[in-house]
């Protein structure tokens, strides 16, 4: 079964920039679709971005286009995601997630979660 550990959360000022990191272990991760979601305080979980085995679809939550970028290396089981831009309402709890079928990613219904980690963004 695949395991994720997400890193990299952290405060920082609207306009500013962070880099998640999510590393995977316990099974062959470039089986793996992998997206990343956050859910804030009273909101429904939202998608960010979604990514294929090999890197060549990439599908981003539409309040993140052009700001946020989802990247894997798959030699060393990582799914990065660089944001850029930051607003206030990017605070969110931040998911990194996995499916080995791609349309349980498409659904934004992944089968496996890591436990998160926390992004403020102060104004």
């Known amino acids: 079964q695949m395991r994720l550990v997400e890193s990299g959360g952290g405060s920082v000022q609207a306009g500013g920039s962070l880099n998640l990191s999510c590393v995977a272990s316990g099974d062959v991760y470039k089986n793996y679709y992998l997206g990343w979601y956050r859910q804030a305080p009273g909101k429904e979980r939202e998608r960010v971005g979604i990514?294929?085995?090999?890197?060549?679809?990439?599908a981003y939550g539409d309040s993140v286009k052009g700001r946020f970028t989802l990247y894997r290396d798959n030699p060393k089981n990582t799914l990065t995601l660089r944001m850029n831009s930051l607003k206030p309402e990017d605070t969110a709890m931040y998911y990194c997630a996995a499916d080995r079928q791609w349309p349980a990613l498409v659904a934004d219904q992944p089968g496996i979660w890591g436990a998160g980690t926390q992004v403020t963004v102060s104004s």
């Open positions: 990514i294929t085995t090999g890197g060549g679809v990439i």
